[in-house]
């Protein structure tokens, strides 16, 4: 059973920093896109960044270009998002997700995590 589980969200201040882990387990990923979306109050959930986890091709979003850095640790099995520079508009539920296929176009990836709830206060 294909099991991704989130850690590390919180609150902060903006201009501050989160690293957000995503533990995976249950199958292999090596030919898999692993990456983040998020969902503020009131909002669609929205793709924030992917990776695939064999070349470590990264996509991010425009609105955390700059900011955030997806990784990953292929002996751990884990994904990461590191954020810095936080806005209070990075406010959201962050999801981990895992697909054969790139993620900002999937509406449905096959597999997401329960989400991680990041607060940045102004």
């Known amino acids: 059973q294909v099991q991704l589980v989130e850690s590390g969200g919180g609150l902060v201040q903006a201009g501050g920093s989160l690293r957000l882990s995503c533990a995976a387990s249950g199958r292999t990923f090596s030919r898999y896109v692993m990456g983040w979306f998020r969902q503020a109050p009131g909002k669609e959930r929205e793709f924030v960044a992917d990776i695939s986890w064999s070349s470590g091709r990264t996509d991010y979003a425009d609105s955390v270009k700059g900011r955030f850095t997806i990784s990953r640790d292929n002996a751990k099995n884990t994904l990461y998002l590191q954020m810095n520079s936080l806005k209070p508009e990075d406010t959201a539920v962050y999801y981990c997700?895992?697909?054969?296929?790139?993620?900002?176009?999937?509406?449905?990836?096959?597999?997401w995590g329960q989400g991680t709830q990041v607060t940045v206060s102004s």
């Open positions: 997700a895992a697909d054969p296929s790139y993620l900002r176009y999937k509406n449905r990836p096959a597999y």
